[in-house]
């Protein structure tokens, strides 16, 4: 049995995962877009400090590990975990803080599990939660936006270059308290005494729908992910199952707009990284369950988890642990959404042994 | 104090009841004879050549029942070992080489040219698998020979070889495709 | 025109690039008397047939030149008169490029008829009858599985043919061989299916066509028309026309797991065993040849051939006109689920519907697999609804319990997986693997089987004669000692010595007694013979390669091990000995 040829079928098509990756990066624009508008080159920075920081992680294991670098290197996967990373991350956020977000993202997100494909936790949800629990303080200072100054004088929104440059790198020398503000979502779970109106006339960061500001950005990753919808970069289950439940969630539990409000499912939707989870992390395929049924009780899952955690849970977003929980629950659900197979009369579910034929 | 003495007699009571009722189901739901030994000689390749240092596959079977190492079995080579230790929860040991390696089927053959018909190699196989009579021509049954290679040895004038199951259109497989660029990861056959 | 029945969609599929234009330009054609043909003895699924001639025989065109063993084999006739030149191993079309045993016919050029015998009326006819003239002409399924014809037409007692379904989908890119079928040979192939009809009895006959043949739709709507089948156009998907997504298609039944379409009371045949079908009962001509398609960008003129069967492939491309320096792989088949071709030197057989000699960038060589990102194209893809994804994890780590969990057997091997993976995966390789693997396990278990009850069997037959030895050994030492008492009386009355003979018989019954082993001796034994087993191996491996150091040294070693072990068990034996 010496001899290898080459199993059917002999031509492939044109998809490829590089292609994959590079659209899913193209998807994102409009909000990087958005962002860089609104609160300057942070965004920018982010990028660029965690894209340079992740490959060169992932290429020093690649080196260790023994594999060929280049070839790992090009399929994509590290620039766009290192991307989306930044894309969560507040803007301006310090050049360490980017890095060990990145380094744990790219060593104990990805490698420790053998690489591209292997691991159970979403890399780049893992990064952030890391560093979300270590540095509360960097990781709760969300910038202002533009045009703040009119509400706000004390308040200053930091639009230049060299400006965003000395805050990612020399983080001491700009005290927070002049540049950031709390976020909608912040705010509204910290309320105890003033009704929803109230606090929108009270508060510059609540907007028309939901954060000022911050609704565009989540109106401009809606695009994006309907973009890779219709390119079918991926199916509509995972991020159709996540807001669905979130919108559910929001609507059973509203309790009205007094002071014990929870929101409105606008605000659930479009505030806080709920759009960017929906269409660019829920539905990393690695992570995430592998058939159709499965990705739709796995988005509904993060959904839920995200609505519980930000209502009775201690943090006011709650993406990445939602993310990282139904994680674990991946292969679970797996196991028990198997589709049936032509010529079984039912589909073969749960986790027994199989009956020998 | 008397709270205490109505706990006490109150679990004690529930002790003799469940003791009863375990004690019921031991004897009247006993399962007769040791099935592990059956089942562990169904997973042996039952070539019956000794290389596990025992006299036959159904001893080595029952070595292993009284903890034997699992890993003796040199035709049934890593497959066998694999499924014994999922059988008794056991780690899988690899292949003991000091009982021989793991070899593809081989079949015996009789070189007929040489053959002096003293049936001691008939005498040697333990299935039957020699077609032949004293002063007759010795032959092979490939269908049955399971490659234990025990005839070897009783042949006075040495006329049998082992030969590997030859390759045809019907037992030719896929090999499982080389494993990811670089990775070492095991699959490839 | 009739109203389309109903029809149905098969979950998944792809749409790859057709490249069905290539080869229908030119029509059908017929190339050249090969100078040579090979005629392998098994060109289906099922047993090899058995030659009737040997080498040095003149035979005639449609002789019977092997017959079939068994059921489940088919005859095989001369598809051209001349001299069988050769009976042995040969070149075969097969992914291993291993041979197979063929006969091999040079033609003398006359291409002579033997006489034919066409059914007259095949109405009158029992089916039996009619069965026994499909399995003497040796047709076997032209669809690519290659089923032979008969069996699967024969009814079992608990199979009721409703619905007769005629395979002329195609929906394999770049093969046209049944598009040309039935735009040239459309009322014959109706004539077939009518004596398929006159067998099974159905209540209805769908004949399942692909949108992108409308001329072949027309060709055989137009031939149909009179009679009681139906065409039915279906959208060009691959793999449409396999047979359990057809059947799918055409009725929205499933065919149950491991079971057969006869189990819901549907057969499926190809457009082109109908045409066999057709020669073979009204013509009388037996299965010699077979439409092929030859295409690639590496041909000049790809087209249709009605080839002979046992026609050397090379034969076949040079007459399309093949450009060998542009040829970088060779199919049988299509690109999806055909198989490479070592050399050219194999001939066509029953099962060859295309040839497809392809240049380095129509089938350029598969990138390097990238490793799996679960995106879940492939179970899109799946036109079974599997989990591909899962079962190449399964299959990399031989699992084999969830491989059979997860329905691998269901899989049909159409590439549609492998095809939409976007990391290259050679997903179609794994599951073959895993197959292979799973069968040749149960069959290593149902040989340990049998090995184990001939073991068992062969101890009982040794213990039986080992009984059988000690009574009559008991019997003769009970003759001895009446004997011996015998004598001892007879010399205490004679005050004779008592025969020395019978002491040694004595002595040797009780020296032969001590023979018998304790189960630890026993081990010493055999651990002993193990050793002296490997030492002569050794030494046997040395004398054939005297250089080998690592040999020499281990032989020392052996013999130690040896002589300890032989050591061991006499020490254990002496122990016991009177």
């Known amino acids: 049995m010496a001899v290898r040829p080459p199993s059917s079928p002999h031509t492939l098509g044109n998809n490829r995962t590089r292609n994959i990756m590079l659209q899913v990066l193209a998807a994102t624009v409009p909000g990087i877009v958005l962002m860089t508008w609104f609160f300057g080159w942070g965004t920018l920075i982010n990028i660029l400090l965690a894209g340079s920081f992740a490959i060169a992680i992932e290429a020093a294991i690649l080196r260790l590990r023994q594999r060929p670098v280049s070839f790992y290197l090009n399929d994509g996967s590290a620039l766009v975990t290192a991307w989306l990373l930044a894309l969560a991350l507040p803007p301006y956020s310090p050049w360490w803080l980017v890095l060990v977000a990145s380094g744990f993202a790219m060593v104990f997100g990805k490698h420790l599990y053998g690489g591209l494909g292997q691991n159970p936790f979403n890399p780049a949800m893992l990064g952030y939660a890391v560093v979300l629990v270590s540095f509360p303080l960097e990781m709760t200072s969300w910038p202002v936006w533009r045009g703040i100054e009119q509400l706000q004088p004390a308040l200053t929104p930091t639009l230049g270059l060299l400006d965003g440059l000395q805050r990612a790198f020399t983080p001491g020398s700009l005290p927070a308290d002049g540049w950031a503000s709390a976020t909608a979502l912040d705010l509204l779970k910290n309320n105890t005494a003033l009704t929803i109106d109230e606090l929108r006339a009270a508060q510059p960061a609540f907007g028309s729908m939901a954060g000022r500001a911050w609704e565009w950005v989540a109106l401009a990753w809606l695009a994006g992910g309907l973009f890779l919808l219709y390119k079918r970069v991926y199916s509509w289950h995972a991020p159709v199952g996540m807001l669905a439940a979130l919108a559910v969630m929001s609507l059973l539990f509203w309790n009205g707009s007094g002071s014990a409000s929870n929101g409105s499912p606008l605000l659930h939707l479009l505030g806080g990284a709920t759009m960017l989870g929906a269409f660019f992390i829920v539905t990393d395929p690695v992570t995430c369950a592998t058939s159709p049924r499965g990705r739709l009780v796995f988005g509904a899952g993060v959904g839920i988890l995200v609505y519980v955690i930000r209502v009775w849970g201690n943090y006011p977003d709650a993406v990445a642990f939602a993310v990282l929980l139904m994680n674990l629950c991946a292969p679970t659900i797996d196991y028990y959404t198997t589709p049936r197979t032509y010529g079984h009369s039912k589909a073969r579910r749960g986790l027994g042994k199989v009956d020998k034929p | ?189 | 025109m009739t109203a389309q029945p109903r029809i149905w969609d098969i979950p998944g599929g792809i749409h790859p690039p057709q490249n069905k234009a290539q080869s229908t330009a030119r029509g059908l054609e017929q190339p050249p008397l090969p100078e040579r043909l090979i005629l392998p003895l098994l060109q289906h699924i099922g047993n090899r047939a058995e030659p009737l001639v040997k080498p040095g025989d003149r035979v005639l065109k449609g002789q019977v030149i092997a017959t079939a063993s068994g059921l489940f084999s088919c005859p095989v006739h001369a598809p051209t008169s001349g001299t069988v030149s050769a009976l042995g191993p040969a070149p075969y079309p097969h992914a291993s490029g291993l041979a197979e045993p063929a006969i091999i016919i040079d033609s003398d050029g006359e291409d002579r008829w033997i006489e034919a015998q066409p059914v007259a009326d095949y109405r009158s006819l029992e089916p039996l009858a009619l069965l026994d003239r499909i399995r003497d002409a040796g047709i076997s399924g032209l669809g690519g599985a290659g089923f032979p014809t008969a069996p699967k037409l024969a009814a079992r007692p608990d199979h009721r043919i409703d619905t007769l379904i005629i395979n002329g989908a195609e929906c394999e890119p770049y093969i046209t061989s049944d598009d040309m079928t039935m735009r040239h040979r459309a009322p014959q192939i109706v004539a077939g299916i009518e004596v398929l009809m006159h067998i099974l009895q159905p209540a209805q006959v769908l004949i399942g066509i692909e949108d992108n043949k409308p001329e072949a739709i027309a060709a055989m709507r137009a031939a149909a028309e009179q009679h009681p089948m139906q065409v039915v156009v279906i959208p060009t998907k691959y793999p449409s026309g396999g047979e359990k997504q057809l059947i799918q298609i055409l009725t929205g039944k499933e065919v149950p797991s491991g079971g057969l379409p006869a189990d819901i009371g549907l057969l499926c045949h190809n457009i082109g065993t109908a045409l066999a079908v057709h020669d073979a009962v009204l013509l009388g001509r037996p299965m010699i040849s077979r439409i092929t398609t030859l295409t690639g960008a590496a041909l000049a003129r790809p087209t249709n051939v009605k080839a002979l069967i046992g026609t050397p492939i090379q034969d076949l491309l040079s007459f399309a006109g093949l450009r060998p320096e542009q040829l970088y792989r060779l199919v049988m088949g299509g690109p999806m689920m055909g198989f490479t071709l070592p050399d050219s030197a194999a001939p066509i057989i029953k099962t060859s519907n295309c040839l497809l000699a392809a240049t380095h960038d129509e089938l350029p060589p598969p990138p390097p697999a990238l490793p799996c990102i679960r995106c879940g194209l492939c179970a899109e893809a799946c036109p079974a609804e599997l989990l591909p994804q899962q079962l190449h994890w399964f299959a990399l780590g031989k699992d084999h319990d969830q491989l059979q969990r997860h329905n691998l057997f269901d899989c049909i091997e159409c590439g549609a997986c492998a095809y939409v993976c976007p990391s290259s995966i050679p997903l179609v390789q794994y599951f073959r693997a895993g197959k292979a693997e799973i069968r040749a396990i149960e069959q290593q278990h149902s040989r340990a089987e049998q090995s184990r009850l001939r073991f068992e069997h062969r101890q009982q037959r040794l213990q039986r004669e080992a009984e059988q030895r000690e009574l009559e050994r008991q019997a003769r030492a009970e003759k001895a000692a009446r004997a011996k008492a015998a004598r001892e009386a007879q010399a205490s009355r004679q005050q004779t010595e008592t025969s020395p003979a019978a002491a040694p018989d004595l002595a040797r019954i009780q020296s032969r007694k001590a023979s018998t082993l304790s189960p630890e001796q026993k081990q010493l034994k055999v651990a002993a013979a193990t050793a002296r087993m490997a030492l002569q191996r050794a030494q046997k491996q040395l004398a054939a390669n005297p250089d080998n150091t690592d040999l020499q040294a281990q032989i020392p070693k052996l013999e130690q091990a040896f002589a300890e072990a032989q050591q061991a068990f006499e020490q254990a034996t002496a122990q016991e000995a009177p």
Request: net charge negative; aromatic share 4%.
């Open chain 2, 1 to 189: 104090m008397s709270i205490i003495l109505t706990a006490v007699l109150t679990l004690l009571v529930l002790a003799l009841i469940f003791g009863a009722v375990l004690g019921y189901a031991a004897v009247r739901f006993r399962v007769e004879g040791d099935p592990i030994v059956e089942q562990i000689n169904a997973l042996l390749p039952q070539t019956q050549c000794g290389q596990c240092g025992h006299p036959g596959c159904k001893p080595y079977a029952e070595a292993i029942a009284n903890g034997a190492p699992i890993n003796k079995c040199p035709p049934g080579g890593e497959t066998t070992i694999q499924a014994l230790a999922d059988l008794l929860d056991v780690e899988p040991l690899p292949l003991d080489g000091e009982h021989g390696e793991e070899k593809p089927p081989m079949v015996a053959y009789i070189r007929e040219a040489e053959c002096i018909g003293c049936t001691k190699c008939i005498q040697a196989c333990p299935v039957d698998a020699i077609l032949g009579a004293a002063r007759q021509m010795h032959t092979v049954i490939v269908a049955e020979c399971t490659g234990c290679d025990l005839c070897l040895e009783p042949c006075p004038v040495d006329c049998i070889d082992m030969l590997p199951l030859p390759v045809t259109i019907q037992n030719w497989r896929w090999d499982l495709p080389r494993p990811v660029t670089g990775s070492a990861r095991g699959g490839a056959a």
